[in-house]
T-cell receptor, first 115, second 108 residues
Framework: KAGVTQTPRYLIKTRGQQVTLSCSPI?????VSWYQQTPGQGLQFLFE???????NKGNFPGRFSGRQFSNSRSEMNVSTLELGDSALYLC??????????????FGEGSWLTVV | DAKTTQPNSMESNEEEPVHLPCNHS???????IHWYRQLPSQGPEYVIH???SNVNNRMASLAIAEDRKSSTLILHRATLRDAAVYYC?????????FGKGITLSVRP
């Protein structure tokens, strides 16, 4: 069974640019969540999508957005990049029932560096 | 969100059992207790999770206190590959609130 796949794995962007990251969940999983990991703040929840609808949202500015497609694949976008957006962005998928005893599986992440 | 409290670090010897504690005194009735671990430059890896009863899988055991205000992850025989940051997390849905975790070092 293929795991959670994230692309690209590494990318470098310039301040002010925008970036789109992609995530393919495990087959059959309808929930996709996104997390940001930085040395200073640790792992922080960005948002969760379930059946193409945003179901949960963390405390991030509106520059961070996402969407989910009918095949459960998801993308997240960060506009007007700032140096502080440099981080490992992790995607996670699960079956998504709430309340959940579902196992949540993480991808390897996308390393974003903003210069 | 309910919070968890873990020690910052712990050391273990290879092939000995390891008990990683976690306190979660504000846990709600629908919160599951999840444990993940993370190696450097990798995404978090699922270890185990449970609600009320103790749980076992091929990786570890999870012992949950009767009042659910604390739990312990048990690695039965630590290996060098078990050296990682271990996160104890509470969640009732797909939103996980990570703390700083506990860094486990394993001595050969």
């Amino acid at each position: 069974k293929a795991g959670v796949t994230q692309t690209p794995r590494y990318l470098i962007k310039t301040r002010g640019q925008q970036v789109t990251l992609s995530c393919s969940p495990i087959s059959g999983h309808r929930s996709v969540s996104w997390y940001q990991q930085t040395p200073g703040q640790g792992l922080q929840f960005l948002f969760e999508y379930f059946s193409e609808t945003q179901r949960n949202k963390g405390n991030f500015p509106g520059r961070f957005s996402g969407r989910q497609f009918s095949n459960s694949r998801s993308e997240m976008n960060v506009s007007t990049l700032e140096l502080g957006d440099s981080a490992l962005y992790l995607c996670a998928s699960s079956r998504g029932e709430v309340p959940s005893g579902n196992t949540i599986y993480f991808g390897e992440g996308s390393w974003l560096t903003v210069v | 969100d309910a919070k968890t409290t873990q020690p910052n670090s712990m050391e273990s010897n290879e092939e000995e059992p390891v008990h990683l504690p976690c306190n979660h005194s504000t846990i709600s009735g629908t919160d599951y207790i999840h444990w993940y671990r993370q190696l450097p430059s990798q995404g978090p890896e699922y270890v185990i999770h449970g609600l009320t009863s103790n749980v076992n899988n091929r990786m570890a055991s999870l012992a949950i206190a009767e009042d659910r205000k604390s739990s312990t992850l048990i690695l039965h025989r630590a290996t060098l590959r078990d050296a990682a940051v271990y996160y104890c997390i509470l969640g009732a849905n797909s939103k996980l609130t990570f703390g700083k975790g506990i860094t486990l070092s394993v001595r050969p």
